[in-house]
Structure formats: structure tokens, C-alpha cells
């Protein structure tokens, strides 16, 4: 129930003082708190972002297990906080649990439709799952709402190319390489392999100068990958 989440929640992550900090903020109501160590705050009102804020600190720290009892915690105080959802949803992704995280992330969509959060992380549960085509539904929504999204384009050009949608695929890392220079290099070669799957072998190659350019030097894939063996022929 909520008192046992909650409370549970912030047993585990053992931040009193932090507690006291954000409680109050954006609070959702009283919980009783049984525990001897938490009875100086059990008055008092506690906030579903104050368990997202530990459940961030947590993540930072490693602490995989309390951060995903923090985003419980949050849903407890707060069921119809969005953001606590889609968190959660890709916390349980991250550790394989994909069915509870796409409940999670099924609920954040019913509570913010046009969300993009909750569409990416349904369209890489998907992909995990293998299901290509839901995974390219739901990041094709994602980019709707954040066109200039780069793990969105980059993670949908990846479900594009499985499906043979080299067209699209080598948009959409165009897209990519053009917004992140930390993924440029790859997003280049990735156009360079689907614009070779056209037969466009002219604009394959300039997209592989351009991914020299950007510091691809992984030269055994280059002469292995299958999709790159008409520019080699």
C-alpha cells in the first residue's frame, strides 16, 4: 500500500536529511511511517518528486535497487505523476524486466499521451524484444513530439535498417549525426551502409569520408561489413 512503499522506499535509501529537504514541495499527502528512525518526519507531507530527486542521487551512485524503491515510492505518494512512471519504465528495461517496465511505461503514455519519454522507452522495450516494428511505431511518435531527438533518430534508424528501410534509415542518422557530434562518427558510417543498400554509392561514400572525418577508424568492419560490399567490389 502507500505507507508501506513509501516508507519502504526511504528506509532503503536511508536520506532523512534529504527527505526533510523536499518534503513539502509539490506534496501529495500524509504517510505513516512506523519505523523508530523516520518517526521525526512522519508528520509531515511528502512529495513524489522528493523520491525521484533520491532516486536520481541513487542512480548516481550506482544504487540500482533503491533507486527503483524510490520511483515506487514516488507512484505511491503520487499515482498520477507521469515522469515517476516513465523512470521507472526504464530503470526495470535497463535490469530485463520488460514486461513490468512496459506497464510502466503503458501507464505514463495513458497520463501524458503525447509523451516522449514514454514513447521511446516503449520503442526500445520493443526493440529489445525484438518486435521491430512496434519498437519503430513508438520512436516514430517519440521524434513527432522531438524531431531533433538523437538517441530517438539514432535508435530508429537502427530499427529502420533491420526492416530494410534504408531510405529512412539513412534520414533519420543524418538527423542524428547532424545534432550530437558524440555520435557523428557512427551515425555517418550507419548512412554510409544504407546508402549503399539504395545503390547510391557516390553518396555512401561521402558519407563515409564524412564519418572519417568525424573519427571512425574501426577499418575491420569497414572491410567486412556486408552491407559496404558493393563499394568495395
Not at 1 to 28: C, F, P
Not at 88 to 103: I, M, N, Q, V
Amino acid at each position: 500500500d502507500t505507507t508501506a512503499d513509501a516508507e519502504a522506499a526511504m528506509r532503503s535509501l536511508r536520506q532523512i536529511d534529504k527527505a526533510r529537504e523536499h518534503l513539502g514541495k509539490q506534496g501529495q499527502g500524509k504517510i505513516r511511517i512506523h519505523d523508530p528512525t523516520l518517526l521525526e518526519i512522519g508528520s509531515l507531507t511528502v512529495s513524489s518528486e522528493m523520491f525521484i530527486s533520491a532516486a536520481t542521487q541513487a542512480i548516481k551512485t550506482g544504487r540500482f535497487e533503491d533507486a527503483e524503491q524510490a520511483y515506487r515510492g514516488a507512484i505511491a505518494v503520487n499515482p498520477d505523476n507521469p515522469r515517476a512512471h516513465v523512470n521507472l519504465a526504464e530503470l526495470l528495461a535497463r535490469r530485463g524486466a520488460l514486461d513490468e517496465a512496459e506497464s510502466s511505461a503503458r501507464e505514463a503514455l495513458r497520463l501524458d499521451p503525447p509523451s516522449f519519454f514514454a514513447n521511446f522507452n516503449l520503442g526500445h522495450i520493443f526493440e529489445l524484444r525484438g518486435e521491430l516494428t512496434e519498437a519503430g511505431r513508438f520512436f516514430a511518435k517519440a521524434l513527432d513530439k522531438d524531431p531533433g531527438s538523437v538517441k530517438a533518430n539514432y535508435r530508429y534508424a537502427g530499427v529502420l535498417m533491420k526492416t530494410g528501410q534504408y531510405a529512412e534509415a539513412a534520414e533519420s542518422n543524418a538527423k542524428a549525426a547532424e545534432f550530437d557530434a558524440t555520435v557523428r562518427e557512427s551515425a555517418l558510417y550507419n548512412r554510409a551502409c544504407a546508402l549503399c543498400l539504395l545503390g547510391d554509392l557516390e553518396g555512401a561514400e561521402v558519407a563515409l569520408s564524412e564519418a572519417f572525418d568525424a573519427g571512425f577508424a574501426d577499418f575491420d568492419l569497414l572491410f567486412t561489413d556486408p552491407d559496404l560490399a558493393a563499394i568495395r567490389d
